[in-house]
């Protein structure tokens, strides 16, 4: 199977990309427009891009919103509460039925690499042990990373450390950790300390949730990046949400710029995540609770978007469509102008693949798997002002999905 009428980001023309089985085959400039042949895929002049990436979910929690009650206040502390009773009921199957739903719905969007972060602060592991199956039974799919995501903390809670190494025992591919929930300032520098260690002993990525609160003192970013840089670790590290750096006064950011950059980490946003739990103790003027995203991408480091939730304790919506979140990201953070529209899809394609540390696995380049995407516009900026779809996605090299847009007649 071929495809014709591509545009490419970021060059001019239309293109035409050889498939050959599983792989793409070659990639070559069209000098006009033309008829598909039978058996070929028309992009019609739209984009045709990498898939969509996934960076940041938690599949063990999606769906659960409501059971057995609702987070009324919006904070992130008291979804942590309604996650600890839902956790408490948790089975293999549940976790199993719910994490499948919810990969359809991010199929059914165009993407196609996932990491989810699965909280292994249960004495069970239930959770992990079935996240483990989940990612053998949908490799068809999605290719899933899974993050040892301590919920209730390393070291405060019992056994933490104990668990996280299990966890990983047991296949987790990311070590995570949530040092501004530690009890404790020096609990959440020993918990930073002790899951570099773990992932520099056993080989994981890390993606660490860090500083998720409005509280300017939550400086354990400084501490993660520090570590990352002294181990060579960085671009293997990923901060997840940072929001305390929206809360940072401009004196101390500019000095802890230096220290991001010399550690190469990463960063992902949830950006309709912190917009809803973050600010909930102000009353005006209210912040908005998210990191320094545009300032973060200027200076030339690695930042993408992500999901965090769908309908959990933490955010009552959510569908799959990582589009919505960069349409919302990019007004939340200022990022509307032109150059930044133009670009906007490096916040859910390559920048999240450099995240995920997908190398040559991920890319349209000859070679490489043939992953790709037929979208319904022909550039990045026609993409978020139409609220535009991935129509057809395309995975080793055969269609796991095609959309058929709704259509309008007037009068
Ligand atoms: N857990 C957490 O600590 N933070 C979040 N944003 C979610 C779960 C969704
Ligand atoms: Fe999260």
Redesign the pocket.
């Known amino acids: 199977m071929n495809i014709v009428n591509a545009r490419l980001r970021g060059r001019e023309g239309l293109f035409h990309i050889a498939l050959d089985g599983s792989r793409i085959a070659a990639i070559s400039a069209q000098p006009a427009a033309v008829i598909a042949p039978e058996g070929d895929l028309d992009a019609a002049s739209n984009l045709v891009v990498p898939p969509f990436v996934e960076p940041h979910i938690?599949l063990d929690?999606t769906l659960t919103a409501g059971e057995p009650a609702w987070n009324m206040s919006g904070t992130?502390f008291e979804?942590?509460e309604r996650w600890a009773e839902r956790k408490a009921l948790v089975t293999h199957e549940d976790t199993k039925t719910r994490a499948r739903k919810t990969i359809d719905m991010l199929v059914d969007h165009g993407i196609q690499h996932v990491r989810t972060h699965v909280d292994v602060t249960d004495p069970s592991l239930a959770a992990l042990k079935a996240m483990v199956e989940v990612r053998e039974e949908t490799r068809h799919l999605i290719d899933l990373q899974i993050v040892a995501f301590p919920?209730e903390g390393i070291e405060s809670y019992a056994n933490g450390r104990a668990l996280m190494e299990q966890a990983v025992a047991l296949g987790a591919d990311v070590v995570g950790g949530?040092p501004h929930f530690e009890n404790t300032r020096d609990q959440g520098v020993s918990s930073i300390k002790f899951l570099m260690d773990l992932a520099e002993r056993t080989g994981c990525l890390v993606d660490v949730?860090c500083d998720?609160t409005d509280d300017p003192q939550s400086r354990f970013l400084e501490v993660l990046a520090e570590e990352a840089r002294v181990r060579g670790m960085g671009e293997r590290v990923t901060a997840s949400?940072t929001v305390a750096m929206g809360s940072y006064d401009n004196a101390y950011c500019s000095k802890l710029f230096r220290l991001l950059k010399m550690s190469k980490i990463n960063f992902v946003s949830?950006p309709t995540?912190s917009i809803h739990?973050q600010g909930r103790f102000d009353s005006y003027p209210k912040r908005r609770g998210l990191t320094r995203v545009a300032e973060i991408d200027r200076a030339g480091m690695n930042i993408c978007f992500g999901q965090?939730?769908i309908v959990?304790p933490?955010?009552p919506l959510g569908n799959g469509n990582i589009l919505r979140i960069l349409e919302a990201g990019l007004h939340i953070c200022h990022m509307l102008g032109y150059s930044d529209l133009q670009r906007s899809l490096d916040l859910i394609t390559d920048n999240s693949a450099r995240t995920l540390h997908l190398g040559e696995r991920y890319g349209l380049e000859v070679g490489r798997p043939a992953n790709l995407l037929i979208l319904s516009a022909p550039d990045d900026y026609e993409m978020i002002r139409t609220q535009g779809y991935a129509l057809v996605s395309l995975r080793n090299g055969e269609v796991l999905m095609r959309r058929t847009p709704a259509s309008v007649q007037r009068g």
């Open positions: 938690h929690a992130l979804g942590i919920q949530i949730h998720e949400h949830c995540e739990l965090d939730s959990d933490w955010y």
